[in-house]
């Protein structure tokens, strides 16, 4: 092609570093504007973040951008308008079932250029000419979920700032830190659960983390599902340092709660439900408590068109007839596979409640 | 006379951890297989191949895991913060995949000081526990686990008081805060005994025997050693609102303390605060019979505050335990927070070490002897007039002399305060020696010998017949009782 492989751009008499571990070069490879091309490869990480968090670029400037999954998650990447990474992001979870088949890409008029979804392992390469105007144009990744951590930005023509004060990339990156703090031997890794103190729970609270940015706080003490939330995981160390009084912080956006007390009722009576237990399949945990003698069984996976879990209860050999309340249903999607929904409360028949699943995802505002 | 070290009876190992994990280790135990199982602060368990040097995880996810039994190669039970838990891989992948609840009858108020201890396992498979009281350093959470229960208040009444000085220091609120715990294997658990502070400290003798260390503190003068028997009451009075009696709501903070004293037993032994140990950890036999040195079937006890390992040498008498203290390993590489331990099939000691964020350690150690006997106070028993001291080798010619040997006694009162000084410290006179010509044993003859006292033995200048140098010259014997069974001790309650 004949053209350099700069990973750096000479502008303003400045090296100006590539994302946060970008190599600063010698101004000798520095070329004349309109000769040259910017290269840059953005690798997909763990944790939900590119390793480039942004880059500099000249007005109509010959661009190629190569998205990496370097995950084990699907990711694309999307470059839009100024200002309208969230309302990309907001537009691809509206998508919902139509999501796949359009690479999570939503028909809107600030998308400028974008990548398929790739599968971990995969690569894409993106060639397109920096825009004429002037400003901070993000990408950001659409896949449901990803879009509130995972951007950064082309910055054309225009200086940028220090990489602390920089509100067009992820807080993690602004703070000098590639990812979430690593709390273990194994770095990056979903699911994850703890059992650590949680907020609005009891003692003996359960933190899951699934793939997708998706999280919930399951209350081993009540054998109920607290809340639901998207983003981060939580930061443990106000638990493990010092003397462990704190509580873990959830990091990201509740969209559930359950402000209904108390756990499913099967048959009649209200007595206490009793924690056995969990398996893990598929590194995330089917808890297993019994309720009124009866064994019941809850796996919660992440939904993959929409943000959001979905709950899946075994009750074996059920005979009984089953409540359980599911809080506010307003403010979410809510469908369930079987039985009756009224004022919260979800009441199936003895067989109904054998195996029965309920969905709960975040509403977007474009929906 | 050139200074002696442990560490020439010794060798120290310093066992790498993996990389990114915080290791303070919560549990040590090893698997049939010879793989060592531990258990970290942050949630995981991994296991450990001593041939190869390789770590790998087992599980994770657990809360403040504070001690583990291997089951067989595929199961470990671990006691974490809410409950008893049975870990198993069931397809045999090196990693486990299902977690059952053995046990979690127990109360919590979200109060960090809430740990939860042990296991220790006896012959027939029943898992002892000790659950700590709740710190005055902090209040519990708005949702509890268990029943409340404090002191005759109500839950608002509660919120509402300074529940640092209305509580005491350690406090209990919910089941069972302040209790060691029996639990069957398939479950069920019965409420064994009271009176505990802070039981970091949970296991059995070679006979069978429950041994329990607790931590200096309210109503505790210093840290202690029990012998701990099924509805006995050892000493903090918090626990007893989990008891029949107290179940109404007596403040134990308003009784006296003569009345505490009247139920409770002593303890075993006393590790003098600021000399011996401040924060005692797991009691562990020496199991390796007579492959780590002279101390087969001893009591080794951790302490936190030190690079330092007890040992401990019981003394039946008037048909029950009381006994002495001395330092084992001190220094030559060790770390501080000696936490937990075991023994490896070829008799060398793992240590665990943490800190929690008091004065403490991380990391794991091994401890080997390498067949050379140092010289030591093998064993200390009271006699009617004074004691018998045996060493681990013969005594060089002159030390059958008094000047070699220094005895003071003091008490630690019995109280609602934090910790007791030292109190009647005195000299205690040697009224005569024997040394048993070309023997290991000593008798010391004392002037006075008074129940409920510490009797602390100072040895100077100490060497064997082989010429090596006595390697720990402090030792500390608890009288709770004297042979003819007087155990009476006025002065220890505070009046």
Not at chain 1, 181 to 200: C, V
Not at chain 2, 407 to 416: D, I, K, W
Not at chain 2, 438 to 458: A, C
Request: charged share 20%.
């Amino acid at each position: 092609m004949g053209v350099p492989f700069l990973k750096i751009q000479f502008v303003n008499g400045l090296f100006v570093q590539l994302g946060l571990f970008g190599l600063v070069i010698a101004p000798a490879l520095a070329r004349e504007p309109n000769d040259e091309r910017v290269e840059t490869d953005i690798t997909a990480r763990a944790g939900l973040r590119y390793d480039v968090v942004r880059f500099a670029a000249k007005p109509g400037q010959a661009i190629r951008v190569k998205l990496i999954n370097g995950d084990d998650m699907a990711h694309n990447l999307v470059f839009t308008k100024p200002g309208q990474r969230q309302a990309v992001a907001t537009a691809a979870l509206a998508l919902g079932v139509d999501g796949e088949a359009k690479n999570w890409v939503p028909d809107h008029d600030a998308v400028l250029w974008s990548t398929p979804v790739l599968p971990p392992g995969e690569q894409h390469v993106l060639l397109f000419t920096a825009p004429v105007e002037p400003g901070i144009y993000p990408y950001v990744c659409t896949y449901p979920g990803h879009g509130f951590l995972m951007y950064g930005a082309m910055y054309v023509g225009v200086s940028m700032p220090e990489l602390a004060t920089d509100q067009h990339v992820p807080e993690l990156a602004r703070q000098g830190k590639a990812a979430q703090k690593q709390f273990h031997a194994w770095g990056d890794k979903r699911p994850l659960m703890y059992r650590i103190f949680m907020p609005d729970a009891s003692p003996a609270a359960i933190a899951v983390g699934l793939k997708h940015g998706q999280n919930y706080c399951w209350d081993a003490g009540q054998c109920r599902l607290r809340y639901a939330w998207y983003g981060g995981f939580v930061d443990p160390s106000p638990v493990w340092r010092g003397n462990g009084n704190g509580l873990a912080g959830v990091l990201g956006t509740k969209y559930w709660e359950s402000e209904m007390p108390g756990t499913i009722r099967v048959g009649g009576g209200d007595s206490e439900p009793e924690f056995l237990g969990y398996k893990k399949v598929d590194g995330q945990p089917e808890f297993h408590f019994r309720v009124n003698d009866t064994d019941v069984y809850e796996l919660i996976t992440p939904l993959h068109s929409i943000i959001g879990i979905q709950r899946s209860f075994r009750i074996p050999n059920n005979t009984q007839p089953v409540s359980l309340p599911v809080g506010p249903t307003s403010r979410v999607v809510f469908e369930h596979s079987a039985g009756k929904l009224e004022n919260g409360l979800l009441t199936l028949s003895a067989e109904e409640a054998r195996a029965f699943t309920v969905f709960i995802g975040l509403i977007s505002k474009s929906r | 006379m050139r200074a002696a070290g442990i560490g020439d009876y010794y060798l120290l190992e310093n066992i790498a951890t993996p990389k990114g994990l915080d290791p303070q280790v919560g549990g040590l135990d090893f698997m049939p297989s010879g793989r060592l199982v531990a258990c970290f602060h942050r949630g995981e368990v991994y296991t450990y191949d001593p041939g190869k040097g390789e770590w790998r995880l087992f599980a994770d996810g657990l809360q403040e895991p504070l001690g583990i039994v291997a089951i067989n190669d595929r199961e470990v039970v671990v006691m974490q913060r809410p409950e008893l838990t049975r870990i198993t891989d069931t397809d045999g992948d090196g990693e486990a995949d299902q977690y059952k609840t053995v046990c979690d009858d127990f109360g919590m108020t979200g109060n960090y000081h809430e740990f939860a201890f042990g296991p220790a396992r006896d012959a027939r498979g029943n898992l002892y526990v000790g659950l700590n009281l709740a710190s005055s350093g902090a209040s519990i959470r708005p949702e509890l686990r268990g029943e409340f229960r404090h002191y005759g208040q109500s839950r608002e009444g509660f919120k509402a008081s300074s529940y640092g000085r209305a509580s005491g220091r350690m406090y209990t609120a919910t089941p069972y805060r302040g209790w060691v715990l029996k639990i069957t294997p398939e479950g069920e658990m019965t409420p064994f005994a009271p009176g505990f502070r802070s039981p970091n400290g949970v296991g059995f003798d070679l006979d069978g025997q429950l041994f329990v260390t607790d931590n200096q503190g309210d109503w505790l003068g210093t840290s202690k050693l029990f012998h701990v028997q099924r509805g006995k009451f050892y000493g903090h009075p918090a626990s007893l609102a989990w008891t029949n009696e107290w179940k109404k709501g007596r403040n134990p903070l308003k009784v006296a303390s003569a009345e505490f004293d009247a139920k409770r037993t002593r303890a075993t032994v006393l590790f003098p605060h600021g000399l011996m140990a401040n924060s005692p950890t797991q009691p562990i036999p020496d199991s390796s019979g007579g492959k780590f040195g002279p101390f087969a079937a001893q009591l080794f006890v951790g302490e936190m505050n030190r690079a330092r390992i007890v040992r401990v040498m019981l003394d039946k008498v008037a048909g029950e335990w009381q006994g002495a203290c001395v330092p084992f390993y001190d220094g030559a590489g060790l770390g501080k927070g000696n936490h937990r331990f075991v023994f490896g099939k070829d008799g060398s000691m793992w240590v665990g070490q943490t800190h929690l964020s008091w004065v403490g350690g991380q990391g794991v150690q091994r401890i080997k002897w390498n067949g050379k006997t140092p010289m030591e106070v093998e064993s200390m028993k009271l006699l009617r007039n004074g004691f018998k001291l045996t060493f681990t080798k013969p005594l060089a010619k002159g030390a059958g002399h008094h000047d070699h040997f220094q005895f003071t006694r003091y008490y630690y009162e019995y109280r609602q305060g934090y910790g007791s000084p030292q109190l009647g410290t005195e000299a205690v006179q040697i009224a005569g020696l024997k040394l048993r010509r070309g023997d290991r044993t000593l008798m010391i003859y004392l002037d006075k010998l008074t129940p409920g006292y510490v009797y602390q033995l100072d040895l100077n200048n100490i060497a064997a017949t082989d010429g090596s140098p006595l390697v720990n010259a402090l030792v500390c014997y608890t009288l709770n009782r004297l042979t003819n069974g007087d155990d009476k001790a006025p002065h220890l309650v505070q009046k």
